[in-house]
T-cell receptor, first 115, second 112 residues
Framework: SVLLYQKPNRDICQSGTSLKIQCVAD?????MFWYQQFQEQSLMLMAT?????????ESGFTKDKFPISRPNLTFSTLTVNNARPGDSSIYFC????????????FGEGSKLTVL | SQWGEENLQALSIQEGEDVTMNCSYK?????VQWYRQKSGKGPALIIL?????REKRSGRLRATLDTSSQSSSLSITGTLATDTAVYFC????????????FGSGTRLLVSP
């Protein structure tokens, strides 16, 4: 298994500003995934981030709005640019167990509120 | 759009009752995973069932899979108040099935 730590746990920011969310794994992982979860809704896959390459974004998510960096096998950052109230949600990083069950492991989430 | 964009379904039951949650998925998958998300936490896998299995049990949990109808169910027997959580099914997606996408989810409230 892998443990994922996210920072910050929660943040409040003003519209138009940018916010950075960090994710650290306790062991090396090939891919990290970022999910967005609005209140009372499911998790939406935003992007897949592999070391040293540009993240791959899902429909509805762009690198200009949500740039993701993956400088090494244990670290990733998600930035929310030009934040709007509609970006208020919880953001999760996760990684997949590729050697065993294929399950996802998640961080505890970063709750973003945009005023 | 992604699968699972609807709001959570809500179920409210009494402790000791049995409950079944259903999931219909859209695309081919080799495995259906069921996750439980407690308040303020990330989801955690509770059971998975592969495409060559029709039923899988783990303690009080039972998952079924019908690949012909692309549907799965999760049953919990003898529920406890600690089973209160949101439950999601999830399937493989993308080329090679490496990504995981989530269904719409059920918020289960188990009252003592």
């Amino acid at each position: 298994s892998v443990l994922l730590y996210q920072k910050p746990n929660r943040d409040i920011c003003q519209s138009g500003t940018s916010l950075k969310i960090q994710c650290v794994a306790d062991s090396q992982v090939v891919s990290m995934f970022w999910y967005q979860q609005f209140q009372e809704q499911s998790l939406m896959l935003m992007a897949t981030a592999n070391e040293g390459s540009e993240a791959t974004y899902e429909s509805g998510f762009t690198k200009d709005k949500f740039p993701i960096s993956r400088p090494n096998l244990t670290f990733s950052t998600l930035t929310v640019n030009n934040a709007r109230p509609g970006d208020s949600s919880i953001y999760f990083c996760s990684s997949r167990d590729t050697a065993g069950t294929g399950q996802l492991y998640f961080g505890e989430g970063s709750k973003l509120t945009v005023l | 759009s992604q699968w699972g964009e609807e709001n959570l379904q809500a179920l409210s039951i009494q402790e000791g009752e049995d409950v079944t949650m259903n999931c219909s998925y859209k695309t081919y998958t080799t495995v259906v995973q069921w996750y439980r998300q407690k308040s303020g936490k990330g989801p955690a896998l509770i059971i998975l069932i592969r495409s060559n299995e029709r039923e899988k049990r783990s303690g009080r949990l039972r998952a079924t899979l019908d690949t012909s109808s692309q549907s799965s169910s999760l049953s919990i027997t003898g529920t406890l108040a600690t089973d209160t959580a949101v439950y999601f099914c999830a399937t493989d997606a993308g080329t090679g099935g490496y990504k995981v996408v989530f269904g719409s989810g059920t918020r289960l409230l188990v009252s003592p």
